[in-house]
């Protein structure tokens, strides 16, 4: 397949949490091949244009990666989801449409360019970016700013919502082994410190949606723990109060 790695599934009261990790950075191995240019961007669309590339040198190649580094202005594709007017981009690509669409911002924490998988072959780029982010757009633009134009043929997720590929289980593993491989809402939220509620009074209060009184703590947000150490939700501190931002009762 084009795309593989790492995707996040939720099941249950778990779905709460999707939104978090939508909003999360990502990471993906990229494949770049330059010289071609396709309507999908990526390699299973229609050519459009071929140009000769073979005399790139990496050293082009990093100069131009590194104008594609924090915030840019990135042009959606025809063939994605995004809507415009009612109508996804995609559905009236296939009709052979094209229509203005508005740039957005997009932050790439990190453009890497690696060795290729074999000489001669595509040249492969680590990403780390934001939501949002199109790699077979950027691999696109990158081509573009060469001069030869590109398109990316291949995509690997290395990391998303915090989760990477050395968590990641096939789908023969999950028919098999099933509930047993399910992670803990919380572990979506690692990255925060936890706070547990020191008496049954605030977990009560924290149970029906009351904010808490918590003192000594940094602003942020925090993991809140029951008395009986249960994950009950995701908080925000400040000014000595913890507000519930999501509930994960039975989650």
């Not at 990477?164 to 572990?187: M, N, P, Y």
Request: with cysteine; net charge neutral.
């Amino acid at each position: 397949p084009m795309a593989t790695g790492v995707l996040p599934v939720f099941v249950g009261n778990a779905t709460r949490a999707v939104s978090y990790a939508e909003a999360g950075d990502k990471e993906y191995i990229a494949g770049l091949r330059l010289g071609l240019v396709t309507n999908t961007q990526d390699t299973s669309g229609d050519v459009l244009e071929q140009h000769p590339a073979e005399g790139i040198t990496r050293g082009q190649l990093e100069a131009v990666l590194a104008r594609f580094t924090g915030k840019i202005q990135q042009v959606p594709p025809m063939y994605s989801a995004i809507k415009i007017g009612g109508q996804k981009l995609y559905e009236l690509a296939r009709k052979g449409q094209e229509i203005e669409r508005p740039a957005r911002t997009v932050t790439i924490h990190g453009l890497e360019l690696l060795e290729p998988e074999k000489p001669g072959g595509d040249w492969r780029l680590h990403v780390r970016c934001s939501k949002g982010t199109y790699v077979r757009t950027l691999c696109h633009d990158i081509g573009r700013a060469l001069g030869c134009g590109g398109c990316m043929s291949s995509l690997r997720r290395t990391m998303a919502a915090g989760f990477t590929l050395a968590e990641c289980r096939t789908i023969e593993e999950v028919q098999q082994q099933g509930e047993s491989l399910l992670a803990a809402t919380d572990s979506l939220f690692r990255q925060y410190p936890a706070y547990r509620i020191p008496s049954e009074q605030a977990d009560r209060r924290c149970r029906c949606g009351n904010p808490l009184t918590a003192e000594g703590l940094q602003p942020g947000l925090y993991r809140v723990y029951g008395t009986d150490g249960t994950f009950l939700c995701l908080s925000r501190w400040e000014n000595g109060v913890l507000t519930s931002e999501k509930n994960f009762f039975g989650a």
